[in-house]
Each structure stands twice: as structure tokens, then as C-alpha cells.
T-cell receptor, first 114, second 111 residues
Framework: DGGITQSPKYLFRKEGQNVTLSCEQN?????MYWYRQDPGQGLRLIYY???????QKGDIAEGYSVSREKKESFPLTVTSAQKNPTAFYLC?????????????FGEGSRLTVL | ELKVEQNPLFLSMQEGKNYTIYCNYS?????LYWYRQDPGKSLESLFV?????AVKQEGRLMASLDTKARLSTLHITAAVHDLSATYFC???????????FGKGTLLTVNP
């Protein structure tokens, strides 16, 4: 089945540690995104990438880093510089170009900082 | 900067009743999306609206888009408990397909 796989589903981290969230898609989509969701809030864009080896900062990129070395993979690193990293992280993908722009989401990764 | 406002943010309704959720946005766009989120889960795509006057229906939900008024509505007909969830609208801006989300409407349908 085609889809987006995020791992791990739950992650606990001590303060001061970096952690990397995995996102893999087999939809052959060009564009990939990372969103953060806090309780009772909408989604806020962290980073996005429209093609391999290129990515742009979203609205809340500080304390995060990404890479896009392969079309199907877009890992997100939450660094120790991120002041309040506890949140639900959602990866998404979409067709670029003439597509509708509709986002397809993974199941999410819930990060808790102890 | 594109801003997206949904109202109401909280909606409690009885089964069998009708109601409408509103989504206003601040700058010109012809791409609007509605998503559903169940507690602790990811987002599920409901509707994609890509032109002025677009109307789409699926079961008890109907979405419409008025790009001149910068307004989309999600109408719920004869609500049932299974519709309880958080509903988000998202608006596209520019050519990079970046979406801006509203804060969501938490819908609770009571027997």
C-alpha cells in the first residue's frame, strides 16, 4: 500500500539531547513537509522540501534541521536548541507541479521531553 | 502573511441537528482543503476545493468555497456521533503549495 510512514510513534527525550524523526513515503510525491501540532492548536509548518537536495524554512524552523537526500525520505532533527520540543509532529507529502496541492499525512510522532 | 480563522473553535451539538463551520482567510487563494482529525490521530483529507463556487459533498458533510468573500463553509446535516472530531481548514498560497491551517473546530455530537 502506498503511504507515509513515520517513526518512532512515541519518543521520550532528555533535555539537551538531539533526536531524529523519520519520514518515508512511497507515493512518488515530490514535495514533503514537517508540521508541529500543540494541544488545542492548528498545525504550524517547520520545514518543507519541493525537490531532492533542496528545502525551505517554514514558520517555526528555529531549533530544527532537515535533509532531503532521497525523494522518499525527509528526516527531521529536533535539536537541543529547540526550547519547547514536546509536541505531536506530522510529516506530509504532496504532488508538485500540476497537482491539487492536497497534503497526505503520516500517522505522526509524539515527542515528550522529560 | 496569510491568516486563516475558523469559527466556532468549539461546537457541541445534538444528533440530528444541522450546523455550519466557517473558515475565513486573509489573502487571495483558490485552493482550500478540509481535514478531519480524531483524538491522538493524524489528519484525514475530506475535501479539496480548487475554484470559486466549488461545492463538494460526502455523506452528511458538504463544503463550499467563495474566493471573492475569502470564505469556505463546512455544513453538517443531521449530525451523528461518528462525526465527533476536530475539523481543520487549510488554505494554499503561492506556487509552492505551502498550506496555512486554521486552529481547528472541535465538534462534539451528543446523543
Amino acid at each position: 500500500d502506498g503511504g507515509i510512514t513515520q517513526s518512532p510513534k512515541y519518543l521520550f527525550r532528555k533535555e539537551g539531547q538531539n533526536v531524529t524523526l523519520s519520514c518515508e513515503q512511497n507515493l512518488n510525491h515530490d514535495a514533503m513537509y514537517w508540521y508541529r501540532q500543540d494541544p488545542g492548536q492548528g498545525l504550524r509548518l517547520i520545514y518543507y522540501s519541493q525537490i531532492v537536495n533542496d528545502f525551505q524554512k517554514g514558520d517555526i524552523a528555529e531549533g530544527y534541521s532537515v535533509s532531503r537526500e532521497k525523494k522518499e525520505s525527509f528526516p527531521l532533527t529536533v535539536t537541543s536548541a529547540q526550547k519547547n520540543p514536546t509536541a505531536f509532529y506530522l510529516c506530509a507529502s504532496s504532488i508538485s507541479g500540476t497537482g491539487s496541492g492536497e497534503l497526505f499525512f503520516g500517522e505522526g510522532s509524539r515527542l515528550t521531553v522529560l | 502573511e496569510l491568516k486563516v480563522e475558523q469559527n466556532p473553535l468549539f461546537l457541541s451539538m445534538q444528533e440530528g441537528k444541522n450546523y455550519t463551520i466557517y473558515c475565513n482567510y486573509s489573502t487571495t487563494s483558490d485552493r482550500l482543503y478540509w481535514y478531519r482529525q480524531d483524538p491522538g490521530k493524524s489528519l484525514e483529507s475530506l475535501f479539496v476545493l480548487l475554484s470559486n463556487g466549488a461545492v463538494k459533498q460526502e455523506g452528511r458533510l458538504m463544503a463550499s468555497l467563495d474566493t471573492k468573500a475569502r470564505l469556505s463553509t463546512l455544513h453538517i446535516t443531521a449530525a451523528v456521533h461518528d462525526l465527533s472530531a476536530t475539523y481543520f481548514c487549510a488554505v494554499g498560497g503561492g506556487s509552492n503549495y505551502k498550506l496555512t491551517f486554521g486552529k481547528g473546530t472541535l465538534l462534539t455530537v451528543n446523543p
